[in-house]
């Protein structure tokens, strides 16, 4: 998992004024050269593994997911399954696979995604910039909200950054966003201010008519939070210091409970999978002598299984469940 580092106290402000956080993310993941919208190169893929890339297991439940969503809304003519952060388009590609002929022939599929639309993706998938509006399905984002830019505070104060990534104190927090950590993140020696966070995910609910909205990340509550914040980066699958040059990931854990609307529910990936039939559990040895090819399959499945579920990994994320004029899910 990406892990927390503490951070030396800033030194103060420089003649040269570095921004605050919020602001050099927002220029280094989403700025013309920006390392989620440049064209060209692997996408976030080639720098870091996420569930969707480790299993197509991932993309089935997710599946699984959109056909309990389509039981509810009654079988509807048209569908709608949203991801939000869609990368590459890999998720919305796995989920169309993994449906039945009829169900898919019905799932209006939207990637929401600031980079370009990726040469080859299946006609099927329309790709937007913003979040549809009146979505009647399911909303689904996977390590969306880790990289909605958020501003950081220490002893009181913004922590500012420059393009080098050397940090300097800034002005102290004041209004919303001191409100905010009194209420989410208190008595932090440093936090990362998730109040932008909040209104990203609230508009996304919004934008749902009637199903589910769900958010998967990194996450924290409140009665444990890091005490010296999660802001860290990622560049080519290694964990590196958050440089916001546009040449790595910048990311931060998300406090979701912070996220959380009336009815929400919060599992863990653990939790959820095993509820939509992701198991770990090693096939029969019988098996192996009746069928040594099928023993073979269930064994990598179930070894793909461990791994979106491992303690310490995967399994660890966390699932913000909100329904939207539907029964709870789990219910």
């Not at 958010?215 to 980066?233: I, K, Q």
């Not at 998300?254 to 090693?282: I, K, M, N, T």
Request: net charge negative.
């Amino acid at each position: 998992m990406r892990t927390e580092g503490e951070v030396a106290d800033p030194d103060p402000v420089p003649d040269d004024l570095p921004v605050g956080w919020k602001e050099a993310m927002e220029a280094a993941l989403y700025g013309p050269d920006g390392f989620y919208v440049r064209p060209g190169g692997p996408g976030p893929a080639g720098h870091f593994r996420t569930s969707v890339h480790a299993s197509p297991l991932y993309a089935g439940a997710v599946a699984r997911l959109l056909r309990w969503v389509d039981a509810q809304l009654g079988h509807p003519p048209e569908l709608d399954l949203v991801d939000v952060g869609a990368g590459r388009g890999e998720l919305l590609t796995g989920v169309l696979g993994a449906l039945p002929a009829e169900v898919a022939g019905r799932v209006r599929a939207v990637a929401v995604e600031r980079a370009r639309r990726p040469a080859g993706l299946d006609g099927r998938i329309r790709w937007a910039a913003e979040v549809p509006q009146g979505t009647a399905g399911l909303l689904f984002a996977n390590e969306w909200l880790d990289n909605v830019p958020l501003d950081v505070a220490q002893g009181g104060h913004y922590v500012l950054v420059d393009r080098e990534g050397t940090e300097t104190r800034g002005p102290a927090v004041t209004g919303a966003d001191r409100a905010w950590l009194e209420r989410w993140w208190p008595g932090a020696g440093r936090a990362e201010i998730g109040r932008g966070r909040d209104e990203a995910w609230a508009g996304a609910v919004r934008s749902v008519s009637h199903g589910l909205a769900v958010a998967v990340d990194y996450a924290h509550t409140r009665d444990a939070r890091p005490p010296y914040g999660t802001l860290t980066g990622f560049r080519a699958g290694r964990e590196v210091a958050p440089v916001p040059d546009g040449s790595c990931d910048v990311t931060a854990h998300v406090a979701l409970d912070a996220c959380a609307g009336a009815g929400a529910v919060l599992v863990s990936q653990r939790e959820a999978l095993a509820l939509l039939g992701v198991s770990g559990a090693r096939p029969p040895l019988a098996l192996a002598s009746a069928d040594p090819a099928a023993y073979v399959r269930a064994l990598a499945r179930a070894g793909e299984a461990a791994e979106l579920t491992a303690r310490g990994g995967l399994g660890d994320f966390a699932w913000l469940v909100q329904p939207v004029g539907v029964a709870p899910w789990p219910g």
